[in-house]
């Protein structure tokens, strides 16, 4: 078996018994890359100079007796991530040359623990898309089917995982752009509750909405990976102060009496029948370790796509002001001031984030803010609040990550709602800021991955992880992989 085949913690093992080097994981990734990148365009920039300092740096590190869990382990982040001196583009031609002066925090916390930077991945332009069509380079492909979507936005980091090109990645969530894509690609995505990871550079879309988490091969790399990155920063005014706990301490512990919430309303006319079967065929399987599965409400539910598309787009209204060709980033030529603040926008922006400022700028707009925006905070409220009755009678909920499974390129890209639909089951969890994880479960007929989505209370990763560890094991859905 290849090196870069294997996950975080096996790699681990290996890297502390002195059996393998980090540049000897690192040339199996660009092995890797080089062979099936042309068929997945995962990456925006592949950056083989600097990783191949980097594991030099990791295998002192290792020698000097002082690794890290993710020395010398290639990850790659997704393009909306600030890396000091390397190019970060949001998958935008506004940033197609911005180089940031300054690193993220959640890049930095990897820095200090002597990762190794394989490249930035590729994404829907700034974070906006369910497919990874809206990139302004590329489409990324789904390693299962080249002729399917990844899902998005983090499209390119689901699928850089799943064909092997790097161990693990950084994706960003704001209304599922985690866990569609690793449920589209059959990886483990997680987005972690609102405050948990520190948003400090990470290039803002909808700033209540946004948070950064893993892409791994299986369970135990997703809560190693989110331990490295979890953790308050004064950098970051929304970042939550809390003790983070060792999320690998609760893999393991069986799941007896556990009860996990089976919502109505995300089992819905409409959904992929064969998504339907394979999470009903997992909730029977977590109720064979033990679970103990009740029946509950989130009566809200239907209003979610509403509320989040005009808070998402309000919020990016304003986020993407600064982009006027003055400061940073594209500029266009124009006869005067306002002339070229028009013709930055018009020509350095895509057509879905067009698409989005305009409709956020309408619902923010003198005479609309109260119809629109102020009653989309007040549904937000009720969401949130439906999840909180929900969790006074279960641990967890259980529900699809998405309503099928990866679909055609260009299958959606001319009819934005059905798009937008991609996202119908993992928007209401941005919009309560809880935590959720994606993972596979099952297949369908035409051999696509299906996710299963667990839903757990604010900051309680730790049953999430206990719950999905619990499945994962007693399955084999994780071991398979796409022959590329």
């Not at 690793?182 to 972690?192: D, F, I, N, R, T």
């Not at 997703?222 to 893999?251: C, R």
């Not at 002001?321 to 005067?336: E, I």
Request: with cysteine; glycine share 8%; hydrophobic share 40%.
């Amino acid at each position: 078996m290849k090196l870069n085949e294997l996950t975080i913690h096996e790699l681990r093992k290996l890297l502390d018994n002195r059996e393998i080097t980090p540049s000897e994981i690192l040339n199996d990734v660009y092995n890797r890359v080089d062979a099936v990148e042309y068929r997945v365009k995962a990456y925006i920039s592949i950056t083989k100079e600097g990783a191949a300092k980097m594991a030099d740096d990791a295998a002192a590190m290792i020698a000097g007796g002082r690794p890290n869990l993710l020395t010398g382990i290639p990850i790659a982040v997704k393009d909306n991530m600030c890396t000091e001196g390397i190019r970060t583009t949001c998958g935008s031609k506004m940033l197609a040359d911005f180089i940031p002066p300054y690193e993220s925090t959640a890049t930095s916390k990897m820095l200090k623990q002597g990762y190794v930077l394989t490249g930035k991945l590729n994404m829907d332009e700034f974070a906006m898309g369910s497919s990874t069509e809206n990139s302004g380079f590329h489409t990324t492909k789904n390693p299962w089917s080249t002729e399917c979507v990844p899902g998005g936005s983090s499209g390119g980091s689901a699928a850089a995982v799943a064909a092997d090109e790097c161990i693990a990645a950084l994706g960003s969530d704001t209304g599922g752009s985690i866990r569609q894509p690793a449920s589209l690609c059959g990886v483990v995505g997680m987005k972690p509750t609102y405050g948990l990871v520190s948003r400090y550079g990470l290039v803002a879309f909808a700033s209540s909405l946004d948070q950064i988490g893993p892409l791994t091969k299986d369970v135990t790399d997703s809560a190693i990976l989110l331990n490295a990155i979890a953790g308050h920063d004064t950098l970051d005014s929304t970042s939550a102060p809390v003790t983070v706990p060792d999320f690998a301490e609760s893999l393991g512990k069986d799941i007896k009496g556990l009860k996990i919430g089976i919502p109505g309303e995300y089992f819905i006319d409409g959904m992929d029948k064969e998504v339907e079967a394979s999470v009903k065929d997992a909730i029977r399987k977590l109720e064979s370790l033990g679970a103990i599965p009740v029946e509950v409400s989130l009566p809200h539910t239907g209003y979610a796509v509403a509320t989040y598309y005009l808070l998402a787009t309000s919020e990016a209204s304003s986020n993407l002001a600064r982009y006027d060709g003055v400061r940073y980033g594209f500029r266009a030529q124009g006869k005067d001031l306002i002339d070229m603040y028009m013709n930055t926008r018009a020509q350095g922006f895509g057509p879905e984030v067009k698409r989005r400022i305009m409709l956020g700028t309408y619902a923010l707009s003198a005479g609309y803010y109260d119809a629109y925006y102020k009653k989309a905070q007040q549904v937000r409220t009720l969401i949130k609040q439906d999840f909180d009755r929900a969790f006074e009678s279960v641990d967890l909920i259980v529900t699809p990550t998405a309503p099928t499974p990866a679909f055609k390129v260009g299958e959606k890209s001319k009819d934005p709602l059905q798009m937008y639909l991609s996202d119908i089951f993992t928007i209401s969890v941005n919009l309560a800021g809880v935590p959720a994880i994606s993972l596979p479960c099952g297949f369908s007929s035409s051999g696509l991955p299906i996710g299963l989505q667990i839903i757990g209370r604010h900051f309680d990763e730790s049953s999430i992880f206990r719950a999905a560890y619990a499945f994962e094991q007693s399955t084999e859905w994780h071991k398979r992989r796409p022959a590329l």
